[in-house]
């Protein structure tokens, strides 16, 4: 689907961007613009009207200027003021508005992330401030808790987080290797949505749970030869399996390489981003990339825009 502002003057023809940076600094030059966005976001779409939760009805709104500068407008008729931040990650932040609209178009623009340390270059702030920023973001609206469970044909694979072994190891020595490793679930839709999941363990009931909780007993589930799955195929999950223990990876339509390019995507991005993720922090940044893909064809708009979007239903 083409982007909506594809005809814009300020980007070249030839651009596959949604939005530009040149449009980013033009639509939000600074906290002004921020602010106006969430006001008539959340409160007056003319900018002017709102409804008064103390007068019970639609009021004009004035925003006055203060000594403490105070991010709200004010009821003309009752004095009661609305905060256009309130609830939201931007609410009590000393950070400037400016620099959170930036520090979310810099992440929903870069396709394998961005760490906490580029931030801090980019931004000008410290590094705690940038590392608080993203977590703030990643955590509150790159989450996909309380999503529709996956439909149709989803692929569903399991694969190993952390380093490469130092040397040469026997056949159970690596096996005792992979298993000591953190393990994620990566379930997707063909040609739809993707779920990741950092678990327990790649054996029995952790594994199992979480298939239970994001996909569908409906769906038509493809899998390799892996013996965790076979307690969801008793239980009524319908699909197939891809025998790659006999070599087997692609029979006709029966595959997992929708999900496997995914995670190969996933692991070098990650590796020249960030270097290493603690399994603390493991899964708010699974969310952050799940979060991209899955924005990528929903709609006309850019993936800031809507995230933006989100940040100010909170």
């Known amino acids: 689907m083409p982007p909506a502002n594809r005809n814009n003057p300020r980007r070249a023809k030839s651009s596959t961007s949604d939005y530009s940076v040149s449009e980013f600094l033009a639509d939000f030059p600074d906290d002004a613009a921020c602010l106006d966005y969430l006001w008539r976001t959340r409160h007056s779409e003319d900018g002017e009207h709102a409804e008064c939760p103390k007068c019970e009805q639609a009021r004009v709104f004035k925003r006055y200027e203060t000594k403490q500068q105070r991010q709200s407008w004010t009821c003309t008729a009752c004095g009661h003021h609305l905060h256009p931040t309130a609830g939201t990650i931007f609410h009590r932040s000393s950070t400037s508005l400016r620099l959170w609209f930036h520090a979310m178009y810099l992440m929903t623009s870069t396709r394998c992330g961005i760490s906490a340390k580029q931030l801090e270059r980019e931004l000008g702030v410290h590094y705690k401030t940038a590392w608080r ?40 020595e690596a096996q005792q290797f992979r298993e000591a490793k953190t ?98 922090w493991l899964q708010s940044y699974l969310d952050e990339y799940a979060w991209r893909y899955n924005q990528r064809f929903r709609d006309h708009r850019s993936m800031f825009h809507r995230l933006l979007e989100e940040s100010a239903q909170q």
Request: glycine share 10%.
């Open 133 to 172: 920023m993203f977590n703030k973001i990643r955590n509150e609206l790159m989450n996909d808790e309380g999503d529709e469970q996956l439909t149709g044909k989803v692929e569903v694979d399991e694969t190993s987080w952390g380093g490469k072994p130092r040397r040469k190891m026997t056949r159970s």
């Open 183 to 280: 393990t994620v679930l990566g379930m997707v839709e063909r040609e739809g949505r993707v779920r990741l999941r950092v678990i327990e363990s790649r054996r029995g009931e952790p594994l199992s749970s979480a298939v239970r909780t994001h996909v569908d007993p409906a769906a038509f589930m493809l899998t390799d030869d892996w013996v965790a799955y076979k307690p969801l195929r008793r239980e009524g999950y319908a699909g197939a399996i891809i025998n790659h223990s006999a070599g087997s990876y692609v029979w006709g339509d029966v595959h997992t390489n929708t999900i496997e390019g995914f995670f190969g995507n996933l692991k070098t991005g990650m590796r020249g981003a960030y270097k290493h993720v603690s399994d603390r």
